[in-house]
């Protein structure tokens, strides 16, 4: 068991492409996580479509034992997130899980779209933010002009370290500033059992695993948990850690992240965001989670051959135990028969949504053009609220109808 002073637990956040993957590479280098005989590039981005498309999907925990130069023992919880403005809902999840940030920014484009909003996020959670400025080393590199974007268009003031991921240059001086910078946890191993849901998955024969974060108390093999939002409960088989792949261990404790396996395998009876209490002392209230997604575009997905519509729905209830952001329901079409609409959090969403359905559960289907969600209000003065262009009213019957629009902060050399 780990004292909480020893913990940092911390997230890399970045604008995509600005070098965050390679960071973190470099930190489970640094820290001799993972043995250079087995590193590749990109190691944490795992899945098959991550490494095609060279983009992060999903938010990923990983612990790392470290060493200083002075001799000193911490442990570094690592949880990477995604940089693409579809997965947003993938970096909240992944910051309620940690008190400080890295945010890397690439020295040869400056502050972006998603280095703004995934600062913005840090920030409204009450993270400690610490800027670091990535390729320094190419010669289009802009460090001082990048540095006052920081400070005019962040608002943040810590003084940045200065690294190229890529050559390992600077890496010391991160870790050293994470130890320095970045609270330790407040947890305390003796108060009941807090721990915050971040992420899940599905084994066929494992179950459901958990991702969680420690907040209070401690989590151990045999312990009988309750879930705060859903009431289902629970005896513990297994708990572990990511290094990167899971590791069993006795106990996590207070301040630790890991993950969590009860043997549940209805996927309906936990979700992300929930709080796992002790069942023997219950809490008053849920852990503070984030906000639910909400998504704003829409499709439908029809299987091509409808005897596997079946199948198409024990595939979306598994995904959606890894991927709560989108949502879906049964609807019927005349032509192409019985399916389901889905909500996504933006087209890339849609679109790896698809493929790991036709990957992972080999499905062949047919996915109608996307559209936004509208209000519509007849004639009556009612208003609905339309996902399906086949649910408009009759033209006759509308009053008015109403689309989203967006509010934007552009940022300009």
């Known amino acids: 068991m780990t004292e909480t002073s020893r913990i940092r637990n911390f997230s890399i956040i970045a604008h995509i492409d600005h070098g965050k993957s390679t960071l973190a590479d470099r930190l489970l280098e640094a820290t001799g996580t993972i043995a250079k005989r087995d590193m590749q590039a990109q190691i944490m981005d795992s899945m098959e479509l991550e490494r095609e498309r060279g983009i992060t999907i999903k938010a990923k925990a990983v612990r790392m034992d470290f060493t200083a130069p002075d001799g000193e023992k911490w442990l570094l919880n690592l949880i990477d997130t995604p940089g693409h403005v579809d997965f947003t809902y993938e970096v909240s999840r992944a910051l309620a899980a940690c008190e400080g940030a890295l945010l ?90 807090s721990a ?95 906000k639910e997604a909400k998504p704003v575009v829409f499709a439908g997905i029809f299987p091509i051959d409808q005897t596997e519509y079946t199948a198409l729905k024990y595939a979306l209830d598994k995904l959606n135990l890894e991927d709560s952001s989108f949502n879906y329901s049964a609807e019927t079409s005349m032509a192409l028969g019985f399916g389901y609409r889905l909500g996504f959090l933006g087209l890339l969403h849609m679109d790896i949504v698809k493929e790991r359905l036709q990957r992972e559960f080999g499905l062949a289907l047919i996915v109608t053009a996307p559209n936004v969600i509208y209000r519509v209000q007849t004639q009556d003065g009612k208003w609905a609220v339309i996902d399906n262009p086949a649910k408009f009213p009759y033209h006759g019957e509308i009053k008015a109808i109403e689309e989203p629009f967006v509010l934007l902060t552009i940022v300009l050399p």
């Open 104 to 193: 890397v920014v690439d020295a040869t484009q400056g502050v972006q779209a998603q280095t703004l909003a995934n600062a913005m996020l840090a920030q409204q959670v009450g993270l400690r933010v610490i800027p670091v400025i990535n390729k320094i080393d190419l010669p289009s590199a802009d460090v001082n002009g990048t540095l006052e974007q920081i400070f005019d268009t962040l608002k943040i003031i810590e003084d940045p370290v200065l690294i190229s991921a890529k050559s390992g240059l600077g890496v010391p001086e991160v870790l050293d500033t994470i130890i320095r910078e970045i609270p330790a946890p407040s947890g305390d191993p003796a108060n009941p059992l």
């Open 196 to 290: 915050l849901i971040f992420d899940s998955s599905y084994s066929t024969f494992r179950g459901v695993i958990l991702l969680i974060r420690v907040v209070d108390g401690v989590l151990k093999k045999g312990m009988k948990v309750k879930f705060f939002s859903t009431g289902t409960e629970a005896i513990i088989e297994e708990v572990g850690y990511l290094k990167p792949k899971q590791v069993p261990s006795d106990v996590l404790s207070a301040g630790e992240a890991g993950y969590l396996i009860c043997g549940i395998k209805d996927i309906h009876s936990v979700r992300v965001g929930d709080t796992v209490m002790e069942t023997a002392r219950p809490l008053p209230a849920a852990l503070p989670g984030y």
